[in-house]
């Protein structure tokens, strides 16, 4: 398991019931790279990812 499992279990078991839009998502990313900075390519590439994953070229 890699550390970062425990955040994403702790997210799917305090709001895995949630129905949220992927704008939502895309505002609490940018908020969070508003306030860590440091992380910006990593949500950069993680937001990418998701944005292409249906892409058939990748």
Do not use: K, Q
């Amino acid at each position: 398991m890699y550390f970062t499992d425990r955040g994403i279990e702790e997210l799917e078991s305090r709001r895995g019931e949630e129905d949220v839009t992927l704008a939502w998502v895309a505002e609490r990313l940018r908020e969070f790279v508003d306030l860590n900075p440091e992380f910006e390519t990593p949500i950069e590439r993680f937001a990418t990812w998701l944005a292409r994953l249906d892409d058939e070229d990748d």
